[in-house]
C-alpha cells in the first residue's frame, strides 16, 4: 500500500474507505505512522461492518498493544467524544492528568485538558508503549 494518495487533505486516509460499502471489507487496520515508520496498529474484524463500526473494541484480530483485546473501555469509537476527540481509544476519565487510554485523534480544543491544546489540528496521539497510557504523557505526530 502506498500512503501517497489520499482522499483527506490532512493526513492519510486510504481512499478505498470511499467505497467501503460496495468492497465487502474484511479486515481494517488503524495505524500510526511517524518518519514513515509503523509505530502503533489495531487490527479489527470488518466483515459486515460499514465505514464507522468496524472501529470497536470487540472487533480487535490483533494489536500492537498486546492487553487490548481484553481491556475495558469508556470510549472506543470513530466518534469519540465532542467536541474535538475522534478515534478515541479511552480507558478511564480521571481528571485529566489521570485520562488514560491508547489513542486519540484531535480535532479541536473542546475539552479542558492540556492535551487537547495543540499548536495545530488534527492531532494524532498514541500510547507508545506495549499497553495504556497517560494521554497528557502519550507521543503525538501532526500532518
Known amino acids: 500500500m502506498t ?7 490532512q493526513h492519510y486516509r486510504n481512499p478505498i ?5 460496495s468492497i465487502g471489507m474484511t479486515k481494517a487496520k488503524f495505524a500510526f505512522y511517524k ?4 509505530v502503533a496498529y489495531v487490527i479489527f474484524d470488518a466483515t459486515g ?3 464507522t463500526s468496524w472501529f470497536h473494541n470487540t472487533k480487535i484480530i490483533e494489536s500492537s498493544w498486546p492487553n487490548m483485546k481484553s481491556d475495558t473501555f469508556n470510549y472506543f ?3 469519540g467524544h465532542e467536541p474535538g476527540r475522534r478515534f478515541f481509544i479511552n480507558r478511564i476519565y480521571s481528571g485529566c492528568v489521570g485520562d488514560n487510554g491508547y489513542a486519540l485523534t484531535l ?4 475539552h479542558g485538558c492540556s492535551f487537547d ?5 488534527p492531532q494524532f496521539l498514541y500510547a507508545n508503549s506495549t499497553t495504556y497510557a497517560y494521554f497528557e504523557a502519550m507521543e503525538g505526530s501532526s500532518p
Open 117 to 121: 491544546y495543540q499548536s495545530t489540528y
Open 107 to 110: 480535532t479541536s480544543h473542546g
Open 3 to 9: 500512503t501517497d494518495v489520499t482522499s483527506c487533505s
Open 49 to 51: 461492518s460499514d465505514v
Open 35 to 38: 518518519n514513515n515508520a509503523e
Open 17 to 21: 474507505v470511499d467505497s467501503w460499502a
Open 77 to 79: 469509537s470513530i466518534l
